[in-house]
């Protein structure tokens, strides 16, 4: 039911930005529960950054300061402010959208974008 499409991706030099977009399809995306996650080369798939429908975020400790995820509900849209990138953020940056229905919780996931941070 829900589709979710990352953008923003690409190379980036240490100490640049970049910010992520990811566009969910749903009809009720103010109440989804939002979250982007990483995952480099074999590692295992981790939380970077959370943001509840009434707006509370939550950061990995190793992003804290350098991340700021947040949303527009206009638009179904989450975003993902990455300042300061270093080397060790390179990743494949996934999108995750989770919504509850009649106590029913179900959890939609996007195809991840690409994130190189290289000089």
């Known amino acids: 039911q829900v589709q979710l499409v990352e953008s923003g991706g690409g190379l980036v030099q240490p100490g640049g930005s970049l910010r992520l977009s990811c566009a969910a399809s749903g009809n009720r995306f103010s109440a989804y529960a939002m979250g982007w996650y990483r995952q480099a080369p074999e590692k295992e798939r981790d939380l970077v950054a959370s943001i509840t429908s009434g707006g509370s975020t939550n950061y990995a400790d190793s992003v804290k300061g350098r991340f700021t995820i947040s949303r527009d509900n206009a638009k179904n849209t989450v975003y993902l402010q990455m300042n300061s990138l270093k080397p060790e953020d390179t990743a494949v940056y996934y999108c995750?959208?989770?919504?509850?229905?009649?106590?029913?919780?179900?959890?939609?996931w996007g195809q991840g974008t690409q994130v190189t941070v290289s000089s």
């Open positions: 995750k959208a989770d919504l509850r229905r009649w106590g029913v919780e179900y959890a939609y």
